[in-house]
């Protein structure tokens, strides 16, 4: 985990010394893939992220309609409370954060000159996330905490308000697999895709 870490402690320096940077706020209504979240926890949950991008100009000879191209990094986090399934004294709490990096390609070239303003796009990337269950039933272990791996696919369009401000719409769709706990003394252990589909606005701003 040091060298993730560090990795990231890197990527983030180089991103922030990028010529033109693009840092935004997210808000999300998440909808869990996993039906034993849902069933839980809830349908439906808001979830918060910050995303950071910068372009990537070694690929624009690769486009054939004065496409753009980015990278980018992607941290999101939600918390939720719930209460175990057919006894609802016993409570339980999960929380949930990844962290992505990608790239998205942005099609405002290809669109018509009275939709300057807006740039759709679509974008790819894969990382790590953890997760972290606090639970009071006698059925389950009563803490853990797991990392695992990611994926985020990102659709979206962003429609520049002013020079600097912009507002991106988006719907993405995240996939966070952990491996199962080993079980003790039969005790039931989960395993779970914490992922699901994200919808939801941005507010940014262009360094």
Known sequence: MNKIFLFVILLFSHL???ECLDVQGRVAYFVP?????????AKGLPEYEVEISTPINAFSCLCECNDDWAG???FSFYQKKGHSIGCEKYSTKMTNWALNFGVKRYFSGCLPCFFDDFRPYLG???GFAHVKFNDRSPYVRNHIHKYGFALLGKLG???QITCNLFLDLFA?????WFRSPRSDDCITT????TGGLK?????????
């Open 16 to 18: 922030t010394t990028a």
């Open 33 to 41: 893939q996993n039906h034993n979240i849902r069933s839980i926890y």
């Open 72 to 74: 980018w990094t992607n």
């Open 124 to 126: 790819f990337g894969i």
């Open 157 to 159: 369009f962003e429609y």
């Open 172 to 176: 993405d769709y995240s996939g966070n």
């Open 190 to 193: 989960r395993c779970i895709n």
């Open 199 to 207: 919808l939801g606005a941005g507010l940014g701003y262009r360094f």
